[in-house]
């Protein structure tokens, strides 16, 4: 079981999750079940102590900043466990280092290597309750290392494929996966089920229920997946559906419940929308085999993620102009490495933009059907919503927009697909 900031987001909020968590661990017919934990901090905590660490020092270690913002999942985790001992459960928590997590080097984005967890099976075995802050690892360098911003998802589908459990729930404060933000379109649908493709393209292009990695990770390492809201409960006369949320599941179990009649299969299963990138571009590059690589080079080692490029038609003089999107929390870094290469890249000059968005279209019908692109570019046509990018993969389709357009593209398309509900 994992839950997200908002469902830790103070004492009472804590009671409720304990009494979740309780309830699981009771099982059913008498036969209880395993139960481990992830927490996040506090809702708005991480936030609150990476602005301390701005302001001690804006260009600060990543190691240091690493101590600083794992301890909001450090204090909710003790604090569930404590809760869960006031009603008569036995529980602890496990910090990252306590299992170990081990995760590479890379402070702030590290990635889950091994999860040695003898002593919490063991417990386990015992029928205590585990929890664990998540978003937190510890090197082999023994410092405390964290996964990037949502990383307590990643932790929890790792968790869960360590310890071999039959299902990992992700609690949040929506109660499923919909077609597209409910606070855009009034008339988005929650799903049933979605593939884990489908899931991972749309938790990649802004989707934020889950985080892009945990579902890679998921679908690796074979994790069945349920999202669903732990503000909702049987007291609050919900119903079936509510209580269940919406299944990540492969391919393959997606259609037999399509053959049984437990949904319906459609051509586009969700829109995405993203508003946290930046458009960089470098004009007059030299149009030259080797001279993107001199661009993109230093980016990726600095582990700074990017995503649309496009090349355009070459000028004269053999020179054309490049433009790439990045993380906006990356740009002035981008900016900066890109600025110090100037002379190796040949470029004339640096142009960004960070008022844009990232619109996308997802489904696996996709790949036996024609014509969803060209609805995508039709429907924002009419409307007069001008394409600054395109990019594809089998079963997504995203553009660059500008970003005060996000929320009528996405209400259009929404429309264009069918997927506005019918109540």
């Known amino acids: 079981m994992k839950f997200g900031g908002t469902s830790m987001a103070g004492t009472e909020r804590i009671r409720r999750v304990a009494g979740l968590v309780r309830a699981q661990a009771a099982g059913k017919g008498g036969v209880r079940n395993q139960v481990a934990v992830v927490v996040s901090a506090m809702a708005g905590e991480t936030d609150r102590l990476v602005g301390f660490c701005r302001e001690a020092n804006p260009l600060h270690d ?8 794992s301890s909001g999942e450090q204090v909710t985790s003790g604090l569930l466990a404590l809760t869960l001992q006031s009603l008569g459960e036995r529980a602890r928590s496990w910090l990252g280092w306590q299992l170990p ?23 386990l075995n015992q029928g205590e309750i585990a929890v664990i802050p998540g978003f937190q690892g510890v090197s082999h360098r023994e410092r405390i290392t964290t996964m990037g911003r949502g990383g307590s998802d990643t932790s929890a589908v790792a968790i869960a494929a360590a310890v071999g459990a039959d299902r990992c729930d992700i609690y949040t404060d929506v109660d499923g996966v919909y077609t597209t933000d409910p606070r855009i379109v009034a008339k988005a649908r929650k799903l049933k089920a979605v593939t884990y493709e489908e899931m991972l393209e749309l938790a990649s292009v802004g989707a934020k229920v889950l985080q892009s990695r945990a579902v890679g990770l998921a679908r690796k390492a074979g994790v069945r997946l349920q999202v669903l809201s732990s503000f909702v409960d049987e007291s609050a006369n919900a119903s079936a559906d509510d209580l269940l949320g919406t299944l990540i599941v492969s391919e393959d179990e997606m259609d037999e419940m399509v053959e049984k009649g437990l949904m319906e299969r459609q051509l586009v299963t969700g829109i995405a929308h993203d508003k946290t990138e930046a458009k960089v571009i470098l004009t007059r590059v030299p149009d030259k085999p080797g001279a993107v690589a001199h661009i ?17 038609v070459g000028r004269d003089k053999g020179e054309t102009d490049v433009t790439f999107t ?30 844009i968005a990232k619109i996308s279209v997802v489904g696996v019908g996709m790949k036996s059907h024609a014509g969803v692109a060209s609805t995508m570019f039709r429907s924002l046509s009419d409307r007069g919503i001008n394409i600054q990018a395109i990019s594809t993969s089998e079963i997504k389709v995203s553009v660059m927009i500008d970003e005060d357009e996000t929320e009528l593209a996405v209400r259009v398309l929404h429309t264009a697909y069918g997927l506005d509900s019918s109540e």
């Open 326 to 355: 990045v993380p906006q929390a990356d740009l002035a870094r981008a900016q900066a490495l890109l600025e110090d290469r100037r002379d190796m890249i040949g470029f004339n000059r640096i142009i960004t933009d960070s008022q």
């Open 62 to 69: 990543a190691a240091e900043y690493d101590v600083v913002v």
């Open 101 to 123: 997590i081990r995760t590479i080097e890379a402070h702030s984005k590290a990635r889950v290597e091994t999860i040695d967890a003898p002593g919490m099976l063991e417990a």
């Open 296 to 312: 993109f080079e230093p980016l990726a080692d600095a582990s700074i993620n990017v995503d649309m490029i496009i090349q355009n």
